[in-house]
């Protein structure tokens, strides 16, 4: 199925598409416990744009974001990321390739507990080779940009919700990557610390060649998208600037 | 990521001392066990170590061990001197014994009777005396450790009397020797004089000593003796060898510290196994999240890894500690005297727990390496 026109949010310059999926299915178990999540999803993403996927819990939004993270293979389609194809790569590519492009910010942050904000922000650029010492002091300056300088030497259990998801904000950012994706990254917050992670996310992380792709059911910030995907049944039942009617309560 | 690791690791304060403490606890059992094991073995050869000059021992056909032997014809020792290739043979006696002691009750002791000429056989280390007292009339020698045991509140033992199997005996001084196996109190008399205190038949000589001539292989004589005597002969290593041969075989010593030992393997791999579980499954999230963002399942095995080590080296290093601090405190005591702590032994056991904690952690690992990065998302 393909995704109908994308809609645009006072964008007068339309960027190039920075994800391409097409004919992605994906089912789980089998036999009579078989459960196809999507149903041949295509879309073209672009990048500069804040991109919303919204749905139902079970609508398949987080098996799709999944699959274009490159984090889940799909039973069939392809997926292309700035022009990789990731699917074609090997499995320690994949990972390379995720480690080098890909920024993650999950739902419950994830954080490591006994690591400093700065350290937690670090992370993936001490997994990709990179001197701790640097790394740290990278993380430490992105957290800066985010408001979080002074809080750069504290271990997790001492911040708030929001100030550790703007931690797992910076260890998403901190590698500079193309994609940036998040898993309901206000669900845990309250209104106005979840619309100030979302304006902050749009400030830092959105570019010319850079995407934000976002899964939320939180129409407290449908607002800020430039784009919503809906999502139904493992299909995409909406494409617009504004949000599908039904998620508008 | 080893970095990430430790301070994943050390974090958890609960775990981490867990961990480290039920490895220590484990390498304290084995270790301590299995010392005890070896030390225990060594004594069943401490009368052969006590002989240092002489590196050839001839007994009976059928002896097996110093204890456990039977006596020889006196024409043995010139029949032996008559090898080629040995320097010198003096006769030797192990008999068993009994003595009153101060307060009335009889302690079973053993009787060693060194060559009256040259004192071969007699422990090198005099506690109190000289070798040439043991010269004068009834005298013995008597182990320092049997000496406390029969004169608990002496502090000298020259010039003092016992009866020894019915005879007098006179102490006139200490020599220093670890306990036999089977015997707790050991005297040492001039050959001549122990066929006195040990009464018998008229064979009573239980060994012949011998030393191999300058260029001879000891291994070769005792081969040669054997062929010419009909005698056994046993190079000096050997014969410690079938000491403790025979220990071990004739006693159920290997099979229960080999449980305890089995035991300490058992009680390390749970306490180690359930922790590192538990310390992984309380991680899962974050080792998924570090997955998602790029983490390899090679770089999350390097990172359990070091884990393991960090607390294989530690757990180890403070159960060898512990161990060796048993066995320095005890070692003093007539019960553990001459008790050593190998350095095979804390070898073989730093084996086992490095590869127990490797193994229970890539055991611990495994649900992290199938676990789809995905999942940190549902």
């Excluded at chain 2, 084996?351 to 649900?367: K, P």
């Amino acid at each position: 199925m393909s995704a109908p026109a994308p809609g645009t949010r006072g964008q007068t310059e339309i960027a190039q598409p920075a994800i391409r999926i097409e004919g992605i299915t994906k089912s789980f178990g089998s036999g009579d416990t078989r459960v196809e999540v999507l149903r041949g999803i295509s879309a073209d993403i672009e990048a500069g744009r804040l991109t919303y996927l919204v749905g139902e819990s079970g609508s398949g939004k987080t098996t799709l974001i999944s699959i274009i993270a490159g984090i889940l293979f799909p039973d069939a389609g392809r997926v292309s990321l700035f022009g990789t194809d990731i699917y074609d790569l090997s499995r320690n590519d994949l990972v390379r390739f995720r480690l080098k492009n890909i920024g993650f910010i999950f739902q419950q942050y994830n954080l490591l507990p006994t690591l400093t904000a700065a350290q937690n922000a670090a992370v993936p650029l001490i997994a990709a080779g990179m001197k701790r010492s640097e790394a740290v002091a990278r993380g430490a300056a992105v957290l800066e940009r985010l408001g979080l300088g002074t809080q750069a030497n504290r271990l997790p259990r001492q911040l708030s919700g929001g100030q550790q998801q703007r931690v797992a904000i910076a260890r998403a950012l901190v590698h500079e990557p193309r994609l940036v994706v998040c898993d309901e990254p206000t669900a845990a917050l309250d209104a106005a610390s979840g619309r100030r992670v979302m304006e902050l996310l749009k400030d830092v992380a959105l570019g010319a060649d850079r995407a934000v792709l976002i899964v939320t059911h939180d129409n407290r910030i449908f607002s800020l998208a430039d784009r919503i995907i809906g999502m139904e049944d493992g299909r995409i039942t909406h494409d617009g600037a504004e949000a599908p009617q039904e998620a508008n309560p | 990521m080893p970095w990430i690791a430790l301070r994943m690791l050390t974090g958890d304060r609960v775990k981490y001392f867990g961990l480290i403490f039920g490895i220590a606890f484990s390498t304290l059992l084995i270790g301590q066990q299995a010392t005890l094991f070896t030390n225990l073995m060594l004594r069943a050869a401490s009368g052969v170590f006590a002989v240092s000059e002489a590196d050839i021992w001839v007994m009976d056909p059928k002896a097996q061990g110093t204890d456990a032997t039977l006596a020889l014809p006196s024409t043995a020792l010139e029949r032996v001197r008559g090898v080629p290739g040995v320097l010198w043979a003096v006769p030797h006696l192990r008999e068993a014994g009994s003595v009153r002691t101060s307060e009335g009750a009889l302690e079973r002791v053993s009787v060693v009777g060194v060559d009256d000429a040259t004192l071969v056989g007699l422990p090198s280390t005099i506690v109190e005396g000289a070798r040439h007292d043991l010269f004068r009339r009834d005298a013995i020698m008597v182990d320092t450790v049997g000496f406390g045991k029969i004169f608990p509140d002496a502090t000298s033992g020259a010039g003092l009397e016992l009866e020894l199997n019915d005879r007098r005996a006179l102490i006139v001084g200490r020599v220093d020797t670890n306990p036999t196996f089977t015997a707790g109190v050991i005297f040492y008399t001039r050959y001549s004089s122990a066929l006195g205190f040990v009464p018998g038949t008229r064979n009573r000589m239980t060994f012949v000593i011998a030393k191999a001539a300058p260029g001879e292989d000891p291994r070769e004589v005792a081969k040669r003796i054997e062929a010419r005597t009909g005698l056994k002969a046993r190079e000096r290593r050997d014969w410690v060898w079938d000491n403790i041969g025979f220990i071990a075989s004739s006693t159920g010593i290997p099979f229960n510290f080999g449980i305890t030992v089995l035991l300490g393997i058992i009680v390390g791999v749970a306490i180690v196994g359930l922790t590192f579980s538990l310390f992984i499954r309380d991680n899962i999230k974050q080792f998924g999240a570090l997955k998602a963002i790029g983490v390899t399942n090679g770089g999350i095995l390097k990172m359990v890894l070091t884990q393991s080590v960090w607390i294989a080296v530690l757990g180890y290093g403070l159960g060898a500690a512990f161990t060796a601090a048993f066995i320095w405190g005890t070692s003093g005591t007539s019960q553990f005297k001459g008790f050593f702590l190998p350095a095979e032994i804390m070898a073989g056991v730093a084996v086992l727990v490095f590869v127990m904690v490797i193994l229970t952690g890539l055991f611990a690992v495994r649900g992290v390496l199938k676990l789809e990065p995905a999942e940190v998302f549902r």
